[in-house]
T-cell receptor
Framework: DAKTTQPTSMDCAEGRAANLPCNHS???????VYWYRQIHSQGPQYIIH???NNETNEMASLIITEDRKSSTLILPHATLRDTAVYYC???????????FGQGTRLTINP | GAVVSQHPSWVICKSGTSVKIECRSL??????MFWYRQFPKQSLMLMAT?????????EQGVEKDKFLINHASLTLSTLTVTSAHPEDSSFYIC????????????FGPGTRLTVL
């Protein structure tokens, strides 16, 4: 599976949009970009995933560059409950294992 | 839908004892379950992958005789930490996926193990 690179930490003001970047320059054609988050002392929570088109759901939007080498997770109106570690993972269909990197620790400030 | 539960949510045990953690898929059949371990301020580390009815596949460096995994049914997998020691204290998380939704993996809430 391709490796991802994320900033170690980010801060965002409550009510503003939080934009979390992820680099995955070695992604291959059949690999998806997945985002999970982990709130302190809980299991990871699925957020969104995409292949090449931008995706949106009730939690977030995922913007994938045309060359697919990077993506951005957008939380449109961040709340204090969005404070968590966000993991960007590249995962191919049929691949057994989901491997977590270090993620981005996002802190939403009041 | 797609809920995964773990039991217990936390456990404290004495050094040298064994501890069993259960992972259940509540509303789907999990053909594959995964066990992760997470130390404070670190990321999740995959320990092993188990398919129903077959032996688990352990990641490099994980002792299979110490971390016994059983996936006897499509809704239950267990992780037994044998002869636990303080260095085994960690947050253990399971996840599950089904062949019907092979591109999704669902995580349990985790079990915090403290070995005294």
């Amino acid at each position: 599976d391709a490796k991802t690179t994320q900033p170690t930490s980010m801060d965002c003001a409550e009510g503003r949009a939080a934009n979390l970047p992820c680099n995955h320059s070695t992604i291959s054609g059949n690999e998806y970009v997945y985002w999970y988050r982990q709130i302190h002392s809980q299991g990871p929570q699925y957020i969104i995933h995409g292949l090449k088109n931008n995706e949106t759901n009730e939690m977030a939007s995922l913007i994938i560059t045309e060359d697919r080498k990077s993506s951005t997770l957008i939380l449109p109106h961040a709340t204090l409950r969005d404070t968590a570690v966000y993991y960007c993972i590249v995962w191919g269909k049929g691949a057994q294992k989901l491997v977590f990197g270090q993620g981005t620790r996002l802190t939403i400030n009041p | 839908g797609a809920v995964v539960s773990q039991h217990p949510s936390w456990v404290i045990c004495k050094s040298g004892t064994s501890v069993k953690i259960e992972c259940r898929s509540l509303d789907f059949q999990a053909t594959t379950m995964f066990w992760y371990r997470q130390f404070p301020k670190q990321s999740l580390m995959l320990m092993a992958t188990s398919n129903e009815g077959s032996k688990a596949t352990y990641e490099q460096g994980v002792e299979k005789d110490k971390f016994l995994i059983n996936h006897a049914s499509l809704t239950l997998s267990t992780l037994t930490v044998t002869s636990a020691h303080p260095e085994d204290s960690s947050f253990y998380i399971c996840s599950a996926k089904t062949s019907g939704r092979a591109d999704e993996q669902f995580f349990g809430p985790g079990t915090r193990l403290t070995v005294l």
